[in-house]
């Protein structure tokens, strides 16, 4: 039999041991890639439940807002009637008690404004925390179904396709290397009849 094709035999049995081995490691890699992409599913999930607890307490937040703000215009449209009631009447005591209650207001109404902006500013945080979380939880997503899909054990027609096409190209190896190992002993050889 030719040495060369025994050779060939000898490293095509050789490759199939050595992945026949790492069949184990194989199995246990892609009982790991599963794991992690069902953690990274997980994980995107928890990320969209939160996102939408975070936009029912804010809608319910702008609501309850809302109504406080009717409720104070109510209340003021109230105190301007007993007030041009109280002028009317020349009830000038309670008149000036209601303007200095009136100018206390106007201060915390100030401070009601920069706390509105406040709000106004944690509306937009929300909304940029919003986007980045339904971007990120894509993201998770798109990682978490490609390591699912890696996990998916090969099936035997992709077992036999992995190990011709390893076959193919140990054996173009090999050929290779036999060819360029005969062009090296024959230029060897041909150096050898040109020394006298």
Known sequence: MNPYKMTALAGMALALSAC???????????????????????????????????????????????????????????????????????????????????EESGKLLARIEEKRARELAQEQELRDTRSAVLYQGAKLNEAAVTLLELAEPASRKEHAKFYFSYLKDVRTAIKNDSEAEAAAQASAASKAKEKP
């Open 20 to 102: 026949s081995a790492l069949q184990p490691q194989m199995e246990e890699a892609r009982a790991n890639t599963k794991e992690i992409g069902l953690l990274i599913q997980s994980v995107s999930q928890s990320a969209a439940t939160f996102q939408k607890q975070r936009d029912a307490i804010a809608a319910s937040s702008k609501a309850q807002r809302d109504q406080l703000e009717s409720l104070a215009m109510r209340y003021e449209a109230e105190a301007y009637r007993a007030s041009a009631a109280w002028n009317v009447a020349g009830q000038k005591e309670r008149l000036q008690s209601y303007d200095a209650v009136r």
